[in-house]
């Protein structure tokens, strides 16, 4: 397998998770005291990507009790609009590597025909 073949997969499967991760977190929004994770996608040696997946432990924003009990719970720590900006990335992410994958086709396509 080509270098080009094999760093647009490794990249198509790391935005995979990117994506799971980011989709968690939205499903999370509501959940009292949820925390968000990250993704962060890294260079690997071997001309492919890795996912680091962490948890965000920053406090969410407190919010009263509605039954009268005058007690405090904290909302999640999950920004709407950062995790659309993650869906953004990663759907761009996506179609760069599927041009890729794509050039890489024609390239192997055109090299069969010449070589009949």
């Known amino acids: 397998m080509s270098l080009a073949l094999n760093a647009a997969l490794s990249a198509l499967d790391a935005y995979g998770q990117k994506l799971d991760v980011t989709a968690n977190n939205i499903a999370n929004l509501n959940t009292d005291g949820f925390k968000k994770s990250r993704a962060v996608l890294q260079e690997a040696d071997s001309s492919g990507v890795v996912v680091s997946i962490g948890k965000v432990n920053t406090p969410g924003a407190p919010i009263l009790s509605e039954d009268g009990t005058g007690e405090v719970r904290e909302s999640s720590n999950v920004d709407l609009a950062e995790e659309i900006v993650n869906?953004?990335?990663?759907?761009?992410?996506?179609?760069?590597n599927l041009k890729t994958l794509k050039a890489e086709d024609e390239m192997l396509g055109s090299l069969f025909d010449i070589l009949g």
């Open 87 to 96: 869906l953004q990335t990663a759907k761009h992410g996506f179609q760069a």
